[in-house]
């Protein structure tokens, strides 16, 4: 059995907004692999300043409308074939974000800092085999207006 393939997607934009979504992969057609999230690496590229970003990871169950293009996830390997997910990444052009379900991730993070999380094998945040269905990555705050990124990675 061949090994699974890698591939990993950016998002980034300002928050302290109604419209949160830094980043979702959604299977936008009917998926033949899970995904299956093993990485995130989170940030703030603004003015540092002492801001606790809330992130939010979770499932989600509608595809949502707006927010930049999709396109595949790019391989981490360029001999493997194209991604079966898709990926939309924005946080302020949604104009109806998905549905969330199923928080896994819930952490405060200073503005200032940057957080890597690799998570071990048998222990991935995995999306199941339903079309539209995905995992996001949320960022918010109460008052600032705050830019902020992730990537997410994942094989598949």
């Known amino acids: 059995m061949p090994a699974a ?16 979504i830094v980043m979702i992969i959604q299977t936008l057609a009917t998926p033949t692999d899970k995904i299956k999230v093993n990485g995130m690496f ?28 999709s396109a595949a996830g790019v391989k981490a390997d360029v001999g493997e074939a194209a991604s079966t997910a898709q990926y939309k990444s ?10 969330y379900v199923d928080v ?8 200032r800092a940057s957080y890597v999380l690799e998570l071990a094998d048998g222990r991935e945040w995995t999306g199941d085999l339903t079309q539209n269905h995905g995992i996001s990555a949320q960022a918010t705050h109460a ?8 990537t997410l990675v994942w094989f598949e």
């Open 5 to 20: 393939a890698q591939y990993y997607a950016n998002g980034r934009g300002a928050i302290g907004n109604p419209k949160t």
């Open 42 to 69: 989170i940030s703030s590229d603004d003015t540092p300043a002492d801001n606790a970003i809330e992130w939010k990871v979770g499932h989600t169950t509608t595809a949502g409308t707006g927010g930049t293009a």
């Open 90 to 99: 924005s946080s302020t052009a949604w104009t109806a974000e998905p549905t």
């Open 104 to 111: 896994f991730f819930d952490q405060g993070i200073n503005q």
């Open 143 to 150: 008052s600032a207006t705050v830019r902020a990124s992730c």
